[in-house]
């Protein structure tokens, strides 16, 4: 069973979702995949990690970085969890590249390399915005470029970080 709460966040309203085993899905009101991954049975229920998961927002969108996880589901492709695994160790004020994830993800599986287009497509699909940290994922030469609640938030949250952000 899914449970799903809402967060009034400084950057609009956001949809939150769980099941029994972590945070499942984190959208942004109307964002590209909105709730793609929510199941069509679920129910409104303010359940104990969403209070968590809440704390967890309320410091980030303060301007520091929470000193605390949320436990996560995810639900998706082997691959695409490979990647969202990753995206997790992105730190706080740093950002990396497609080519440095898909670098990660060929030595992962034993390839001599990875399309940083296939990655895109992996992140791109992350359901869980901001706490599994897409939006710190950037071109090669530091390019903003795509980011499914759209590139003005993915600057917001940079900025929010203290990342320099390039002009394209």
């Known amino acids: 069973m899914q449970y799903i709460?809402?967060?009034?966040?400084?950057?609009?309203?956001i949809l939150l979702a769980a099941d029994d085993?972590?945070?499942?899905?984190?959208?942004?009101?109307?964002?590209?995949?909105?709730?793609?991954?929510?199941?069509k049975e679920h129910t409104e229920r303010e359940i104990p990690?969403?209070?968590?998961?809440?704390?967890?927002?309320?410091?980030?969108f303060s301007g520091k970085e929470p000193d605390f996880t949320v436990p996560l589901h995810f639900t998706g492709?082997?691959?695409?969890?490979?990647?969202?695994?990753?995206l997790?160790?992105?730190?706080?004020?740093?950002?990396?590249?497609?080519?440095?994830?898909?670098?990660?993800?060929?030595?992962?599986?034993?390839?001599?390399?990875?399309?940083?287009?296939?990655?895109?497509?992996?992140?791109g699909h992350n359901p869980i915005s901001i706490i599994v940290p897409c939006h710190r994922v950037v071109g090669t030469d530091g390019s903003l470029t795509g980011y499914a609640g759209g590139i003005d938030k993915k600057v917001r949250l940079l900025k929010l970080e203290g990342i320099r952000i390039c002009k394209n």
């Open 88 to 123: 997790c160790s992105i730190p706080y004020g740093r950002t990396m590249t497609y080519g440095e994830i898909a670098s990660q993800v060929a030595a992962k599986r034993s390839l001599p390399h990875m399309s940083a287009q296939a990655v895109g497509g992996a992140v």
């Open 49 to 60: 990690l969403f209070e968590k998961v809440k704390s967890w927002l309320a410091v980030y």
């Open 21 to 39: 085993m972590g945070l499942t899905g984190l959208w942004f009101e109307g964002q590209k995949y909105f709730a793609l991954s929510l199941d």
């Open 77 to 86: 492709t082997s691959f695409q969890k490979q990647v969202w695994e990753i």
């Open 5 to 13: 709460s809402h967060y009034v966040s400084p950057m609009g309203n």
